[in-house]
């Protein structure tokens, strides 16, 4: 039997089971209770995590979230009521307190923001661990150049339809994000695929996700975060783990660091300093515009996918309209959007963002 220290003894008892878990022990836990991260999205992956998270006993956890909870969201992001859906609170204010009745010992911080190029090493700061729990990938590679640039590291999570992947980073030890993705390096080539798939060419607003795909890649992000925080870093990073709960089919890839990442070698930070962000303008008195940078769009494509999903898909070769009541969006195939029904540049790109892909 371990011997008990000097922790209080409601501590000791409320955690005891993760301390007889020899990996932790008491000193593991007392450890977790001085720690910190931050979590960027609360979504399905963001909830799930930080249950786990705030009942595992980490000391403070800050939830940064641009959203509000919506009745479709109940399915699958497990800190949410229907009260919160009623009262469409921010999520970053329902986890707060969701989480706060749940585990009053933990300081949780809801923070109600996009996060951005700009605000993006503010929020961050000072903070030992990053969580992505982000449902984009512009936002994943301004938290990749992010965590690069504070020298932090960070876990990369994305789940859409029975499939999810996750992906630990630390910064000059392993591959990070842009090396994993942006590599031409065989491993890199391998996951692209996998990953793309979860997050760049289909969305959970047009595919659909099952919250048990989330659960189970929120547990495997949250258990590399509880050794990351524990500073046992030798099982932690550079695979990219992947696991479809309907197929049953799991992969766990290493991914090679890129000589040449333009990341974590070149540090050419371009999404944190804003360069990468596709910019948005007003256009008319009650639309906003993005104009995407070189991607093209088959919009036929595009429109096949998102018929079952959206009313009034039109497409004439030249540009895809359909609407997402009260909004409606205009696609061009250079990935130029006009999103018309809101002056909300956040609105705008988290449209464009659920329904083209980021
Ligand atoms: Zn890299």
Redesign the pocket.
């Not at 591959?175 to 994993?180: G, I, S, Y």
């Not at 990442?261 to 070698?265: G, M, Q």
């Given at each position: 039997m371990k011997q008990r220290c000097d922790m209080d003894p409601k501590l000791y008892e409320r955690y005891s089971r993760q301390i007889l878990f020899t990996e932790i022990g008491e000193a593991g836990q007392r450890r977790l209770l001085e720690s910190s991260a931050v979590l960027v999205g609360c979504g399905a992956l963001g909830t799930a995590l930080a249950n786990l998270l705030v009942r595992a006993g980490l000391g403070k956890l800050r939830i940064v979230d641009r959203d509000f909870v919506e009745p479709s969201n109940l399915q699958r992001q497990t800190l949410f009521e229907e009260s919160d859906a009623r009262e469409t609170l921010p999520k970053a204010v329902a986890a707060e307190r969701r989480l706060r009745a749940i585990n009053s010992g933990v300081a949780v911080e809801g923070i109600v923001a996009d996060l951005g190029p700009k605000n993006a090493e503010e929020l961050l700061r000072g903070f030992p661990l990053i969580l992505d729990g982000t449902d984009n990938f512009e936002t994943r590679f301004l938290l990749?150049d992010a965590a690069?640039h504070l020298d932090v590291p960070w876990i990369y999570a994305a789940v859409v339809a029975s499939y999810g992947v996750t992906l630990t980073v630390r910064p000059g030890e392993t591959?990070?994000?842009?090396?994993?993705l942006e590599?031409d390096a065989p491993s890199g080539r391998d996951v692209d695929s996998q990953a793309a798939g979860a997050g760049a060419e289909e969305t959970c607003d047009t595919a659909g996700v099952l919250g048990a795909a989330a659960g189970v890649i929120a547990s495997i992000e949250a258990a590399e975060a509880i050794k990351l925080l524990l500073r046992n870093t030798e099982s932690v990073g550079g695979r990219l783990v992947s696991f479809d709960v309907w197929s049953g089919r799991y992969q766990s890839v290493r991914v090679a660091?890129?000589p040449d990442?333009?990341?974590?070698?070149r540090r050419d930070f371009r999404y944190l300093e804003g360069d990468a962000q596709p910019h948005l303008t007003m256009c008319g008195r009650d639309s906003v515009q993005i104009h995407e940078r070189r991607r093209q769009l088959d919009l036929a494509e595009l429109g096949r996918r998102l018929a079952p999903t959206v009313a009034e898909v039109r497409e004439n070769g030249f540009l895809l309209r359909f609407r997402v009541p009260p909004y409606e969006m205009t696609v061009f195939a250079d990935g130029r959007a006009i999103i018309k029904g809101t002056r909300d540049t956040s609105v705008a790109r988290s449209l464009y963002a659920r329904y083209i892909g980021a």
């Open positions: 990749n690069i591959a990070c994000l842009a090396c994993a590599s660091r890129n990442c333009r990341a974590c070698i």
